[in-house]
T-cell receptor
Framework: GEDVEQSLFLSVREGDSSVINCTYT??????LYWYKQEPGAGLQLLTY?????DMKQDQRLTVLLNKKDKHLSLRIADTQTGDSAIYFC????????????FGKGTHLIIQP | ETGVTQSPTHLIKTRGQQVTLRCSSQ?????VSWYQQALGQGPQFIFQ???????GRGNFPPRFSGLQFPNYSSELNVNALELDDSALYLC??????????????FGPGTRLTVL
């Protein structure tokens, strides 16, 4: 079955880069997503990458995809206190109607 | 452009009762998906509706049911509530489930507490 794994916590200093990692098992994944969730809120779409891409950059965010190892990472440059949140990796399988499969989320903690 | 909205924000029910949660999709989107997020977990897919038809279902029992209306808004109904149904229920809309990315935009969620 499908599975998405993430580390539960990441602590970084303000101004440093944060790298959040994710592994997935479904080789038929077509799109992979990163969502951000602040306390008591819904999920905010940050970015997504198609499975035939290696990298995507969007302002402070860089997504790297290693399809051979089924490994996805999200790099946040110049991490700020407002980046403190839970970050979810999610995949969508080919063929469509199964919804997204999410990891358990990584808590990003910013140290001053 | 209006984003995804959900109502109510919070809800308290007792075991055995029934509940209806509502979602309005983002303007121009014809697909709505529902997710259950238990405390400390990632969202779990319940089902998806595309143009008023169920278009896929996760591993949830039949007491979880839904509807989608001609304006693409949606309801999630849960019968015979159990304590484990306590969770944040998230609705997401997307442009077209039959398309490529099916990029889903989430609402703020409804927090359901079952006592």
């Amino acid at each position: 079955g499908e599975d998405v794994e993430q580390s539960l916590f990441l602590s970084v200093r303000e101004g440093d880069s944060s790298v959040i990692n994710c592994t997935y098992t479904d080789s038929s994944s077509t799109y992979l997503y990163w969502y951000k969730q602040e306390p008591g809120a819904g999920l905010q779409l940050l970015t997504y990458i198609f499975s035939n891409m290696d990298m995507k950059q969007d302002q402070r965010l860089t997504v790297l995809l290693n399809k051979k190892d089924k490994h996805l990472s999200l790099r946040i440059a110049d991490t700020q206190t407002g980046d403190s949140a839970i970050y979810f990796c999610a995949e969508k399988s080919g063929g469509g109607a199964d919804g997204l499969t999410f990891g358990k989320g990584t808590h990003l903690i910013i140290q001053p | 452009e209006t984003g995804v909205t959900q109502s109510p924000t919070h809800l308290i029910k007792t075991r055995g009762q029934q509940v209806t949660l509502r979602c309005s999709s983002q303007s121009g989107h014809n697909t709505v998906s529902w997710y259950q997020q238990a405390l400390g977990q990632g969202p779990q897919f319940i089902f998806q509706y595309y143009r008023e038809e169920e278009n896929g279902r996760g591993n949830f029992p039949p007491r979880f049911s839904g509807l989608q209306f001609p304006n693409y808004s949606s309801e999630l109904n849960v019968n015979a509530l159990e304590l484990d149904d306590s969770a944040l229920y998230l609705c997401a809309s997307s442009l077209d489930a039959r398309g490529g990315s099916d990029t889903q935009y989430f609402g703020p969620g409804t927090r359901l507490t079952v006592l």
